[in-house]
């Protein structure tokens, strides 16, 4: 699989810009220590991992390790994938908040996609 492959999983639940230090805001504490789902239409999904230190980590729909960093942007969360490397690109995603109810949304490539925060660090594919 291609870098490129990697990187579209990757910025479908949330982008994250370069810059230096991430800002803890309330629509990102939530997902400190709790897993980010991006659900796809066939059932398979992407995890992530937020930390407060502004990095995050995470496995892609295909179960490779992906990492990265991480900002917010006013109610929107950023990240940037560095592992495995890709393109120099960010992509921002409203950030659901509450483990009842998640956001519909689209990756990068436009395909529609479920949003979910799930209480604890889950590694299944059905959280």
């Given at each position: 699989?291609?870098?490129?492959?990697?990187?579209?999983?990757?910025?479908?639940?949330?982008?994250?810009?370069?810059?230096?230090?991430?800002?803890?805001?309330?629509?990102?504490?939530?997902?400190?220590?709790?897993?980010?789902?991006?659900?796809?239409?066939?059932?398979?999904?992407q995890k992530i991992?937020?930390?407060?230190?502004?990095?995050?980590?995470?496995?892609?729909?295909?179960?490779?390790?992906?990492?990265?960093?991480?900002?917010?942007?006013?109610?929107?969360?950023?990240?940037?994938?560095?592992?495995?490397?890709?393109?120099?690109?960010?992509?921002?995603?409203?950030?659901?908040?509450?483990?009842?109810?998640?956001?519909?949304?689209?990756?990068?490539?436009?395909?529609?996609?479920?949003?979910?925060?799930?209480?604890?660090?889950?590694?299944?594919?059905?959280?």
């Open positions: 699989m291609t870098g490129a492959r990697l990187l579209i999983p990757a910025l479908a639940v949330l982008t994250l810009a370069a810059s230096a230090r991430a800002q803890p805001t309330s629509s990102v504490a939530a997902a400190f220590g709790n897993t980010v789902m991006s659900i796809y239409p066939d059932g398979r999904s991992w937020l930390q407060p230190d502004g990095s995050w980590t995470g496995l892609s729909r295909r179960g490779n390790a992906l990492a990265g960093r991480w900002t917010a942007k006013g109610d929107r969360v950023c990240l940037r994938q560095s592992k495995p490397p890709t393109l120099p690109i960010s992509f921002c995603e409203n950030f659901p908040q509450d483990p009842e109810k998640g956001v519909d949304s689209k990756d990068i490539t436009g395909t529609p996609i479920h949003l979910k925060l799930v209480k604890g660090h889950v590694t299944s594919s059905t959280g």
